[in-house]
């Protein structure tokens, strides 16, 4: 139950590190791109596998921190049976679903530390 809720919380974390990347590159202007912008783009398998290796690296570590030392948090059932997989398959059972979500809080607050911070100084009233 705990690790339900967990990995629900992790992957919903996961979905607002992504949606506020897209917000932050904003809309895209339409032109025409030619073959050669294409190929450019087109990432090599040695980008790839660098990427996969980054993601590994980043989010398949174990956390130092017990579990039990944390708050109870509750995650979307789909969210759970998504992490689970995913630290089944990548993280090869060797990590828990709370180690995989520390890792994803821990990078989404260091990629978007200061988006975070410029947003709460703006939202934030003194009381005095």
């Known amino acids: 139950m705990i690790e339900t809720i967990i990995v629900v919380a992790l992957l919903f974390l996961f979905w607002l590190l992504l949606n506020a990347r897209k917000k932050r590159k904003g809309p895209k202007a339409e032109k025409e791109i030619s073959n050669e912008e ?6 090599t398998k040695r980008k790839q596998k660098q990427k996969e290796t980054d993601y590994i690296s980043i989010f398949m ?4 921190i017990k579990a ?8 979307r059932p789909e ?14 059972n060797e990590i828990s679903i ?9 990078h989404h607050f260091e990629e978007f530390q200061e988006e975070i ?5 703006e939202n934030n009233t003194d009381i005095f």
């Open 38 to 43: 294409i190929k450019a783009q087109k990432p």
């Open 61 to 64: 570590s174990n956390s130092n």
């Open 117 to 121: 911070i410029r947003s709460y100084r």
């Open 98 to 106: 709370f180690s995989y979500i520390d890792n994803v809080l821990t």
């Open 79 to 92: 969210y759970h049976e998504k992490g689970s997989k995913i630290i089944h398959v990548i993280g090869k």
């Open 68 to 75: 039990r030392s944390g708050k109870l948090i509750y995650i």
